[in-house]
């Protein structure tokens, strides 16, 4: 069974940076594709999508919620069977837990983390 662990929260001021991690064990080779993405859920609000990587025989492809576009990369290291989300340009908004997902697609995800926090100061 798939685990993740994510790491790299913090506090941080208003238009830094963070680099947060996702390390996953535990998985097989079996998949035809797989797919590592990133939610946040703020205090009080829904958990909501931020990024998504997923590769396989199709190749890579990435997604992102519309707001962090150009700000959020998301990026994977095979050999470490890890998932980055680099966030630029933080915003008192993007104060939330951030959560680690794993699954198929860049749409399905159905193995949680158990978060790390993100506080932007303003």
């Known amino acids: 069974q798939v685990q993740l662990a994510e790491s790299g929260g913090g506090l941080v001021q208003t238009g830094g940076s963070l680099r947060l991690s996702c390390a996953a064990s535990?998985?097989?080779?079996?998949?035809?594709?797989?797919?590592l993405g990133w939610f946040r859920q703020a205090p009080g609000r829904e958990r909501e999508f931020v990024a998504a990587?997923?590769?396989?025989?199709?190749?890579?492809?990435?997604r992102y919620r519309g707001s962090v576009k150009g700000r959020f990369t998301i990026s994977r290291d095979v050999a470490k069977d890890t998932a980055y989300l680099q966030a630029n340009s933080l915003k008192p908004e993007g104060t939330a837990v951030y959560y680690c997902?794993?699954?198929?697609?860049?749409?399905?995800?159905?193995?949680w983390g158990q978060g790390t926090q993100v506080t932007v100061s303003s």
């Open positions: 997902a794993a699954g198929s697609s860049l749409f399905e995800f159905d193995v």
């Open positions: 535990g998985r097989t080779n079996s998949a035809s594709s797989y797919s």
């Open positions: 990587i997923v590769w396989g025989d199709g190749g890579e492809f990435t």
